[in-house]
């Protein structure tokens, strides 16, 4: 999918509440929906697997510890992230590495170490994810990722990419353990869900702003397999590569494409071209 045609946006001309203006900036912070986005989008959730898992083996800090260190690390990132006034590839794409391996962490907590369900927690997650969303649609009347341009708009939707990764990890376990599939065939699976949304969208007239975020959510645990398949030993399914090698070669596709896009902006979506979206 590479563009959203909703914005829920209301106007007082439509009889509805406008959205709060206060602070809003110029260009949106997010970037333009193009495959180059869902590639990356992709290769981090990958990475978010992988490197969760080479951390929790690695680092000697356990699960919780890691854990703590990388929400600290991400903290510091969306820090960084907020006080810029327009998108950086660079900033946003290291916070949604970051927040996926977050976000794995988060689900691995509460199956590992707490030993929570996964029925329960996928529940959880979903049920925290649609508050999420509600919140942030009675508050800014849309859910559209084209007008992240205020800091509470902003707010919501970091709020709810950690969820969908939290959501989709568990999710993905979820499948994985109950269809037992294996690797390759669960990746199979989740790409064709998302083609299967993906045409609802472009034939069906499937609602923009759903397919994307039911898109988002799907590509967690799309990444994770194929991370899975990639790293995992050849008696469980895998091809062996291991979490090192598989977290460096997809690091360095996104380091890669994150310098192109930082030098073409083939993803920055100018103001006048956000307002084409706006239904």
């Known amino acids: 999918m590479t563009y959203e045609t909703s914005e829920t946006s209301a106007s007082p001309e439509a009889g509805g509440p406008a959205a709060p203006a206060r602070h809003r900036m110029r260009w949106n912070k997010v970037p333009e929906i193009t495959v180059y986005f869902w590639v990356i989008k992709v290769l981090c959730t990958t990475v978010g697997e992988t490197a969760a898992d080479l951390l929790n083996e690695k680092a ?12 600290a690390l991400l903290a510091m990132v969306l820090v960084v992230q907020f006080r810029t006034s327009t998108y950086r590839p660079g900033v946003y794409w290291l916070a949604v590495a970051l927040i996926s391996v977050v976000g794995t962490l988060i689900s691995d907590n509460l199956t590992d170490n707490m030993g929570v369900p996964l029925e329960t927690s996928t529940t959880v997650f979903a049920i925290v994810l649609a508050v999420v969303f509600v919140v942030w649609y009675r508050r800014e009347r849309t859910l559209s990722i084209h007008h992240i341009d205020t800091t509470s708009r902003e707010s919501y939707y ?12 568990a999710a993905g376990d979820l499948v994985s353990e109950r269809m037992d599939l294996g690797y390759w065939l669960s990746a199979v699976l989740f790409a064709a869900t998302i083609a299967a949304v993906a045409i609802a969208h472009f034939a069906l007239g499937l609602d923009a702003v759903w397919s994307f975020w039911i898109a988002y959510i ?15 030993p050849t008696g469980d399914g895998g091809l062996g590569l291991g979490t090192v090698i598989t977290s460096a ?16 902006r083939k993803d920055v979506a100018d103001p006048e071209s956000a307002a084409r979206h706006t239904a």
Do not use: E, H, K, N
Request: proline share 2%.
């Open 60 to 71: 000697g800090l356990g699960l919780t510890g890691v854990s703590v260190l990388m929400s």
């Open 158 to 169: 970091w709020l709810a990419v950690l969820f969908t990764f939290a959501l989709g990890t």
């Open 218 to 232: 799907l590509t967690r645990p799309l990444g994770a397999s194929i991370g899975d398949y990639l790293s995992q």
């Open 249 to 264: 070669l997809f690091l360095a596709v996104i380091l890669g494409l994150v310098v192109y896009l930082g030098v073409t």
